[in-house]
């Protein structure tokens, strides 16, 4: 399988504090995605970082990509009761179809109020 | 504008029968594709288009059927339904793929129970 891997499977924070996701991944990458899902939802997307991008920032989110370790995180600072969902990072592969992304298992965030 | 649209929401099927999973978009996007979720899995590419009359096999195509007669409509058949195929089945588009830095746009998915 292509499939990467997401670490924690599921965390479990306090309102305020901050979460961080990682995500692992195997082949060489065009670009990594974060997608978020509320429960019997569709994956709504969050942010995008390009294999030759570092770290990106957009609100409180927060994502770095280290593509000699096929590795990424994503962090949410100042949780809130409200970002308590699933998250998803995706990877386009290098040399990949154009619209084929390979997402990773998810990792199951839950924020208490 | 009312992004990608999947019908219908919720399925149960007996084994062998077949049906069609619906997907509209209505923002002239080329690239559609299908996932199925199972737990613990996350989301896995059944099969893409990459525009009207394109189509090719992702990660998991075995039982699946795929045509793109319009730029807006990519339907997923399949042809005799099997239990392995309960998941939940999310269409996606996207305007100029992935691969170039666009991001995926998502149906609300639909629940598929084989029994």
């Known amino acids: 399988s292509q499939q990467g891997e997401e670490d924690p499977q599921a965390l479990s924070i306090q309102e305020g504090e901050n979460a961080t996701m990682n995500c692992s991944y195997k082949?060489?990458?065009?670009?990594l995605q974060w997608y978020r899902q509320n429960s019997g939802r569709g994956l709504v997307h969050l942010i995008l970082i390009r294999s030759n991008e570092r770290e990106k920032h957009s609100g409180r989110l927060r994502v770095t990509l280290d593509t000699s370790k096929k590795s990424s995180s994503l962090l949410i600072t100042a949780s809130r009761a409200a970002d308590t969902a699933s998250y998803f990072c995706a990877t386009a592969p290098y040399g990949g179809a154009t619209n084929k992304l390979i997402f990773g298992t998810g990792t199951l965030l839950a924020v208490q109020p | 504008n009312a992004g990608v649209t999947q019908t219908p929401k919720f399925q149960v099927l007996k084994t062998g029968q077949s049906m069609t999973l619906q997907c509209a978009q209505d923002m002239n996007h080329e690239y559609m594709s299908w996932y199925r979720q199972d737990p613990g899995m996350g989301l896995r590419l059944i099969h893409y288009s990459v525009g009207a009359g394109i189509t090719d096999q992702g990660e998991v195509p075995n039982g699946y059927n795929v045509s793109r007669s319009t730029t807006e409509d990519f339907p997923l058949r399949l042809l005799s339904a099997a239990p392995s195929q309960t998941s939940v089945y999310f269409c996606?588009?996207?305007?100029?793929?992935?691969?170039?830095?666009?991001?995926?746009?998502f149906g609300s998915g639909t629940q598929l129970s084989v029994l």
């Open positions: 082949t060489s990458i065009n670009n």
């Open positions: 996606a588009s996207t305007r100029t793929g992935a691969k170039v830095g666009e991001k995926l746009f």
